[in-house]
C-alpha cells in the first residue's frame, strides 16, 4: 500500500476517533495524542442529540498482553504504536504480560478491581473472551462486568477491534492502522454497552458449563477452519483464508438439530441485573440510550452541565466507580471458578427439555456451517453480519444447508469480506434475528467454537443479554 493511502486511511481513523480535523499535520501518533490531550480537556460535544463530554478517556488503565497471539508481535506492536499514544493522552496503565493460557483469567478473577478504571487487552478476541469470563466468574459479577473493557488488536483475528472500528463509521482498515484506531479510542474513552451472550455446553447436570461470550458461537465450517487454521497464525489475518481453501477441498457435512427463537417473537430479554437502573444519577436514562443509533451508553460520559465547575472528569469517573459499589471485591470474596454466576437465562429451558413452542426448529438436519454472531466482524475482513449495530441484543444466526458447491461457498466467503454475502440471495445460506439458540450435533466428535475459542462439543444452547458489559468504543 503505499504512504499516501496509508496516510489518508490514518487520517480518517483520527478523524473517526476524535471528532477533529484531520488536516493538521499531523507526522505521528504521538503529536496526534497530543492535540486529542488538549482538546478533550475541556471540550463537549453533541452527538445524535446527545451531549457527551469528551474528556471521558479512562484513567489507571490494567493492560494485559499476549505476547503469543497473532504473528508473536503485540509487544512491539504495543511499543512502538500504543504506548506513546496513552503516555502523551494522559493515560496510566499498568503492563501485564500474560505468561500462560487463563493467566488473565485467574488475573480479573482476583484482581482488587477498584484499583483499575479500564481493563484492556492487546491480543486477540481470546484473551478477552478470558477476561470476560474472568469478570463473570467473580461473586461481585454484576459490578465486576461493568468494568469498561477495551481491546488493542494484537491477534490474528481482532474480530471485536474490527467491529468497534466499523460501528465508529469508519472505512475497513487492517493490522497496524486498525490498532492506531482502536488507540485513539482507548485516548477518547467513550464507553458503550457491549451485549454478552450466555452460551450453556453439556446436557445438564453437574457436567453444564456455561461461558459468556462476547462475539460468535460457531459449529460446521467456521469452527473446524477457525481451529484448524491456528497453525497458520504466522500469516497473520491471512490464516482464515489458507484454511478455508484447505477445508473447501474436504467439504463435509455435519449433522445435527438447530432451533431458534426468533427476535419478532421474543420480547426483548429485558434490562439486565447491571442496567442503567442500578446506575447512580450521573448516568443517562434508558432513554438516553435508544436516541443513540450505535447503542452509546454514557456511563462514563457526564453531561457537563452535571459537573460542578472545575470538577475533574477523572474523578467523576473514580467517583462513579466508588458509588456504585462496583470494585469492591478483594481476593477473600471470590467465589470458586466452578459456582455459575450471571444472570438468569429466562428464554431457556434445560437442555434435557424440548425447546418451548414459540421457537423454531429448522426443519433440515444437514449442515454445513450454524455460526451465531452478536457484533459486526468475524475477522478483521469478514464482515460476517453486516445487520449487527452495537448493543443490539440479538443474535444475528447464519446457517448453510448441505448440497451447496464448493464454488458457491467460496463466493459466499468472498462476498463476505465487504459484507455482501446475504445480497447473494443463496438459497443454501438462510439467516435470522435471534434471541436465543439450541444446537444438539448428532455425530460423537466435532468442533464448536465460542469466540474463537474451542470449547466442549455437544449439546449447546445461548441466549443473548443485551448490554451487559461494557466496551470502550466510539
Ligand atoms: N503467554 C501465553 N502463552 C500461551 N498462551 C497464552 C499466553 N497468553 C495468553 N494465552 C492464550 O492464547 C490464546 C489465544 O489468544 P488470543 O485469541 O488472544 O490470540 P490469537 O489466537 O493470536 O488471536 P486471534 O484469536 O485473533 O487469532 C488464549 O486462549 C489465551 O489464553
Request: with cysteine; hydrophobic share 40%.
Amino acid at each position: 500500500m503505499s504512504s499516501g493511502v496509508t496516510r489518508q486511511r490514518t487520517e480518517q481513523c483520527f478523524r473517526v476517533a476524535t471528532g477533529l480535523d484531520p488536516h493538521l499535520n499531523l507526522e505521528e501518533a504521538q503529536r496526534w495524542a497530543r492535540v486529542i490531550n488538549e482538546k478533550l480537556r475541556a471540550s463537549t460535544t453533541q452527538r445524535n442529540g446527545i451531549m457527551y463530554s469528551e474528556v471521558r478517556r479512562p484513567c489507571r488503565v490494567l493492560l494485559l498482553l499476549n505476547p503469543h497471539s497473532g504473528k508473536g508481535q503485540a509487544l512491539s506492536l504495543f511499543t512502538g504504536h500504543v504506548q506513546h499514544m496513552l503516555q502523551e493522552a494522559g493515560v496510566p496503565h499498568s503492563l501485564v504480560v500474560t505468561e500462560r493460557q487463563n493467566h488473565a483469567r485467574e488475573l480479573v478473577r482476583e484482581a482488587d478491581l477498584s484499583e483499575w478504571d479500564a481493563l484492556v487487552i492487546m491480543s486477540g478476541d481470546g484473551l478477552l473472551f478470558e477476561v470476560i469470563n474472568g469478570l463473570m466468574d467473580r461473586e461481585d459479577w454484576e459490578e465486576a462486568i461493568q468494568t469498561p473493557l477495551g481491546i488493542l488488536p494484537g491477534g490474528s483475528g481482532n474480530a471485536l477491534a474490527a467491529s468497534i472500528h466499523h460501528y465508529a463509521g469508519s472505512q475497513p482498515v487492517a493490522s497496524e492502522e486498525l490498532l492506531v484506531s482502536c488507540g485513539f479510542l482507548l485516548c477518547k474513552g467513550l464507553v458503550a454497552r457491549l451485549d454478552l451472550t450466555s452460551v450453556c455446553l453439556g446436557s445438564g447436570g453437574p457436567q453444564q458449563q456455561r461461558l459468556f461470550s462476547f462475539l460468535s458461537l460457531a459449529w460446521g465450517f467456521v469452527a473446524d477452519v477457525d481451529i484448524e487454521s491456528e497453525k497458520y497464525r504466522h500469516v497473520g489475518a491471512a490464516r482464515f483464508t489458507v484454511g478455508t481453501l484447505v477445508r473447501l477441498a474436504s467439504l463435509r457435512v455435519y449433522q445435527g438439530k438447530l432451533a431458534y427463537l426468533p427476535a419478532e417473537s421474543a420480547e426483548s430479554p429485558g434490562p439486565s441485573p447491571t442496567s442503567p437502573s442500578s446506575s447512580p444519577p450521573e448516568v443517562p436514562s434508558p432513554q438516553t440510550h435508544a436516541t443513540s443509533p450505535h447503542g452509546f451508553c454514557s456511563s462514563l460520559v457526564c453531561r457537563s452541565s452535571q459537573r460542578s465547575p472545575g470538577q475533574n472528569v477523572t474523578n467523576t469517573f473514580h467517583n462513579y466507580c466508588n458509588s456504585n459499589n462496583a470494585f469492591k471485591a478483594k481476593r477473600g470474596d471470590l467465589a470458586p471458578a466452578s459456582t455459575p454466576r450471571g444472570p438468569p437465562d429466562s428464554l431457556l429451558v434445560p437442555l434435557d427439555q424440548p425447546v418451548p413452542s414459540d421457537w423454531t426448529v429448522v426443519p433440515e438436519e444437514d449442515f454445513v456451517l450454524v455460526l451465531a454472531m452478536y457484533q459486526s466482524h468475524l475477522a478483521e475482513d469478514l464482515h460476517a453480519a453486516p445487520n449487527s449495530t452495537m448493543e443490539d441484543g440479538l443474535i444475528h444466526l447464519f446457517y448453510i444447508k448441505a448440497g451447496i458447491s464448493r464454488a458457491t461457498l467460496l463466493r459466499l466467503f468472498l462476498a463476505m469480506e465487504k459484507g455482501a454475502h446475504l445480497a447473494t440471495n443463496c438459497p443454501h445460506l438462510v439467516y435470522a434475528k435471534v434471541r436465543a439458540l439450541r444446537l444438539e450435533p448428532y455425530s460423537a466428535k466435532g468442533t464448536i467454537t465460542v469466540d474463537g475459542e474451542l470449547v466442549d462439543y455437544g449439546p449447546v444452547q445461548a441466549q443473548i443479554h443485551g448490554g451487559l458489559a461494557r466496551l470502550i468504543a466510539s
